[in-house]
């Protein structure tokens, strides 16, 4: 094949232009990088103060404890290795402030240009940004130990004997001012994120984690307008339909919903129940929900798409942690061994023993749950002197469960955190990344078990093992088991996940902005003085110092209590707000089709959420130490397996938990149009009917369940009859012939509806390429510039050398001629 320049040289302009992707995020404002090309060098500027800090308590009675032994320990392992620690004491704190040399970076890049994966990142192509020093460094100090009565004692582990306080990196004033400007701030939440700018400053982990939340922010706006569009649909229908009308203009007697203190009751005094029920429980709901099964892949793929523009643009495509840790290794101790790889049967073993036993003890939580709701129910409908609890105990019981489980998800959060650690901890992988990936899967896995099982309990058991009049399921013998209502359970299921979306989003913004900025307010006027004593120079000098100028003692001084007044972060820091939006993903994904506004909560919150996340990384908390990534991690296949689950979940609650099936069985094969005949009357007129059945108190084993005061109406009238919602036979209260057919239509509808939609995902996977062709071919360029590049080095040495040589050998044969020259006189 011949060479075509022509070609090379589109290539090559090709690989100097934007890609299209980054162009439509922009255009949609997504982001906003104001039309620049994104450069893959983060900008380089001197920095006035340090790379890290330490900071420990101490007293003037302390001077000779072992604390401050092995502070002075530590500090002296940390000059061994060339850094530069600078001591600065105020009141009874110690600031120990480090810089790295820079042959500690010169030995950074050039082991990443020798690379396999990592030798064409950024950081070997010039000056080392102060994010990537702040990452070496950081790496340095949590790998460097003392040896304390012959144990190796690490960073952390000083910390929990105090031996040291916190450490943190500083806060650069120009790029935080910048960004408070053009981000991190309330009145721009409408305007695109500057991600590079955050990428430059809080490293592409943390730029990653806000470009996908800005696009999944992006892709709720349309299923948020379909969501609320099958909202207004139930809610235009409801009035004119005829289940509505058959419901409030009911004369049936229903039977008491528990023992003792409640009585029958008229079906129409649910009247508005009904009506709710209907504007979740419609024929729109299939449709939304096979849209938002297609939905999630649509975001996902394009969201790969998205990624790859930006993580090319900033050469780390091919970028590999676990090579990096073995770069950071070598740079921290030239005499390193590597950490082998390393299974053991019996730790997995355990691992997973404990893993199972503590998903065994959730699903035991969401038991306690259903058995709060049942007593909750009972107590209710005795005890409360309201009329209006007493009437809707059960709908009461289950707001007041769906609270406490919401307190329970925040309670079992941080149980869910350590568990997960120490689980972690046990299987003892060999490298960070490993753990985190291992850390993560546990924590979401426990998380999703503590938010879903008491919803799947509602969803798919609620009102379908709870028995008959004669015949009911009680807990303990004594206390029976909810049912549902006639209208169907899709509302129980409605309000549970209203109720926790609702506490849960509003909760945790309100907390998560109030600690942190009413902290930062106390701090302020603990840092005033600092302020008053040098105010003149803070303002003209150190505010606006030029490159290579040094900051003066005192300014630095505030500028260590400023940073050390923030809230304090850790590793633990960005995966918090992952876990946070990825379970609300689950929410908007799974049993979507019980809550079609859950798009519209999730936007509304998703706007307020970015700038809040944004405000707190830059004004609120200490400086995240920046990360390199070139995905999201872990959280990628988690939210696939969410999309499938989704699928899953979302057949099985239109197949299962709604009446959508029931209601196609009673309009084709029982209802007034059975068998395609016309009588101009409506097709479901009857069919709330149709789904109940009979119990007479004569029966021997009803009127054990009932007494004859619980079936006497309100207005005073005995009756010998109630209805409950099942297909039963009148008589021996056996499952009728339409039950089996429902089910069966059910199962059908199930399998039919799964591979529809798992087609439809298949199509929009294939559809949507994972890499656009302008990442592909940018990467080519690169590829083939640095194999040039190489070639030329190569060639140029072997040049010199070949001339080194060729000099050496006229040196020889002029010095032989000599010689030759003198033996022969």
């Known amino acids: 094949m011949d060479w075509d320049p022509g070609s090379f040289t589109m290539k090559r302009k090709l690989g100097h232009r934007r890609q299209g992707s980054i162009d439509l995020l922009e255009t949609i404002g997504v982001v906003n990088e104001n039309g620049n090309e994104i450069s893959s060098v983060p900008p380089v500027q001197s920095h006035l103060t340090f790379d890290f800090v330490l900071v420990a308590k101490i007293s003037e009675e302390e001077e000779n404890n072992q604390c401050v032994r092995k502070q002075k320990a530590f500090i002296a392992a940390l000059k061994g290795k060339n850094l530069k620690v600078h001591r600065f004491r105020d009141d009874d704190k110690v600031f120990y402030c480090i810089r790295a ?33 702040i990452r070496i460094v950081d790496f340095i100090l949590h790998h460097t130990c003392i040896d304390s009565e012959g144990v190796s004692e690490y960073l952390p582990d000083l910390m929990k004997k105090n031996v040291f306080e916190t450490h943190f990196c500083l806060h650069e004033k120009r790029e935080q001012k910048e960004l408070k400007q053009s981000w991190a701030r309330w009145s721009a939440c409408f305007r695109g994120q500057p991600i590079t700018n955050v990428r430059n400053y809080l490293g592409e982990k943390v730029a990653l984690y806000f470009l996908w939340l800005g696009w999944y922010t992006f892709l709720l706006i349309p299923a948020s307008v379909i969501g609320l569009i099958v909202f207004l649909y139930g809610l235009a229908f409801y009035k004119t339909s005829p289940l509505i009308q058959e419901v409030c203009q009911s004369n049936v007697i229903m039977c008491p919903l528990c023992d003792i203190s409640c009585k029958v009751w008229e079906l129409s005094d649910t009247c508005m129940y009904a009506k709710v029920s209907l504007l979740f429980d419609n024929e729109g709901t299939v449709a939304f929900a096979m849209f938002m099964a297609v939905w999630a892949t649509v975001f996902l793929e394009f969201w790969k798409r998205h990624r790859s523009s930006y993580v090319c643009a900033w050469k780390v495509f091919d970028w590999c942690e676990e090579e990096e840790e073995l770069i950071l290794e070598i740079v921290n101790n030239a005499r390193c061994e590597p950490k082998m790889h390393i299974h053991s049967y019996l730790r997995s073993t355990i691992v997973m023993v404990l ?58 959060t941080r149980v869910n955190c350590t568990v997960s650690m120490k689980l972690s901890e046990i299987e003892n992988k060999h490298s960070h990344s490993a753990i985190e990936r291992s850390f993560t899967v546990k924590m979401f896995i426990f998380q999703f078990f503590t938010m879903f099982s008491s919803l799947m309990y509602t ?34 299921l409605f309000i549970q996940m209203s109720i926790i979306m609702v506490l849960k989003q509003t909760f945790n913004n309100i907390f998560e902005y109030a600690g942190p900025w009413f902290r930062r307010w106390l701090n302020r006027k603990k840092t005033q003085k600092l302020r008053r004593r040098c105010l003149k120079c803070y303002k003209k000098e150190c505010m606006s110092a030029k490159e290579g100028s040094e900051l003066c003692e005192n300014c630095k001084l505030e500028d260590l209590h400023r940073n050390y ?42 706007i307020i959420e970015i700038r809040l996340d944004a405000i707190k990384m830059v004004s609120l908390e200490r400086r995240l130490v920046p990360k390199k990534a070139n995905n999201i991690g872990v959280w990628t296949e988690v939210l696939e397996a969410i999309s499938v689950l989704a699928v899953i979940a979302n057949g099985l609650v239109i197949g299962i938990s709604s009446d959508f099936i029931p209601r196609l069985v009673y309009k084709y094969y029982y209802g007034p149009c059975a068998n395609g005949s016309d009588t101009g ?145």
């Not at 893993?355 to 107590?379: D, E, P, Q």
């Not at 469960?401 to 329970?408: D, E, F, Q």
């Not at 798919?460 to 004669?470: Q, V, Y």
């Not at 190569?794 to 032989?816: F, I, P, Y």
Request: net charge neutral; charged share 20%; aromatic share 10%.
């Open 101 to 133: 040399p820079e042959r500690v970076f010169e030995t950074y890049r050039y082991l990443l240009k020798v690379s396999d994966a990592c030798n064409w990142s950024c950081e070997q192509q010039g000056t080392i940004p102060q994010s990537t020093r």
């Open 355 to 412: 893993a199972t036993l503590m998903m065994l003890i959730i699903i035991g939580l969401t038991h306690a749950l259903v058995v709060f709701r049942v007593i909750a129910t009972v107590l209710l409908a005795e005890n409360s002197s309201w009329p209006v609890i007493t009437d809707n105990s059960q709908t009461v019981a289950l707001m007041l469960g769906a609270v406490l489980h919401y307190i329970t998800i925040t309670v079992m």
């Open 681 to 825: 009357i409506d097709c479901m007129v009857g069919y709330i009917n149709n789904t109940l059945s009979i119990a007479n108190i004569s029966d021997k084993r009803v009127s054990e369940d009932f007494t004859q005061n619980q079936m006497v109406t309100y207005s005073g009238i005995h009756v010998t009859h109630c209805s409950y919602r099942d297909y039963r036979s009148n008589e021996d209260y056996t499952l009728t012939n339409q039950f089996w057919v429902i089910l069966a239509a059910r199962l059908i509808f199930i399998i039919m509806f799964e591979h529809v939609v798992v087609i439809f995902k298949c199509v929009a996977s294939w559809f949507v390429p994972t890499s656009p062709l302008d990442v592909r071919n940018e990467r080519l360029y690169d590829k083939l510039r640095r194999l040039k590049e190489e070639l030329r080095v190569q060639r140029a040495q072997h040049d010199t050398l070949t001339k080194l040589n060729e000099n050496g050998n006229v040196k020889r044969t002029s010095k032989q001629k000599k010689t030759n020259k003198l033996n022969s006189m």
């Open 459 to 492: 969803a798919f058991f609620l009102g379908r093992i709870n028995g008959h009049p004669g015949g009911y399921t009680r807990l303990s013998g004594i206390w029976r088991l909810e049912e549902c209502h006639p209208s169907g359970c899709l509302t129980d």
């Open 565 to 606: 007044g923030l809230i304090n972060t850790d590793s633990f820091s960005l995966f918090n707000e992952f876990l946070e939006m990825v379970m609300q993903f689950s929410f908007t994904t799974i049993f979507v089709a019980a809550f079609p506004l859950a798009p519209l909560l999730a936007l509304l919150n998703n």
